[in-house]
């Protein structure tokens, strides 16, 4: 948890969950991006989570500098160009934190776990 309001009334703590809530939503918006994904470490299977798990496909760390690092676990459409997808998460991803938290995001990692075919 990163306390980063002080103030003479007090402080205000943030944890690394609510980031990666607010990151996992946003990514989930994004053109192209089917759903957040883990691999199960049991039998190294792909396992698409539902909009309600979303920051389980987030991980979320503050450096040195008091700066937030996201990491992504995503699925993909198919047919979508992968770099214009990530391209437009991580501009995405990158505005909304900085303006939920008035913290910056040094860092977005983007590992790209699926690829589905969409009806």
């Given at each position: 948890?990163k306390e ?10 943030l ?5 990666a ?34 920051s ?5 760390k503050?450096?040195e ?42 860092k ?12």
């Amino acid at each position: 948890m990163k306390e980063y309001i002080k103030g003479d009334m007090g402080s205000v703590s943030l944890d690394e969950n609510v980031v990666a809530q607010v990151a996992g939503l946003t990514a989930l918006d994004c053109f192209g991006i089917v759903g957040m994904g883990i691999v199960s470490v049991k039998d190294g299977i792909v396992k698409q989570l539902r909009r309600d798990n979303v920051s389980k496909g987030v991980n979320v760390k503050f450096d040195e500098n008091d700066d937030i690092i996201i990491e992504f676990h995503i699925v993909v459409a198919y047919g979508v160009s992968i770099k214009a997808v990530t391209d437009n998460l991580m501009q995405s991803v990158k505005y909304k934190v900085e303006d939920f938290t008035s913290l910056r995001v040094s860092k977005i990692n983007v590992f790209v776990e699926d690829v589905k075919v969409m009806d």
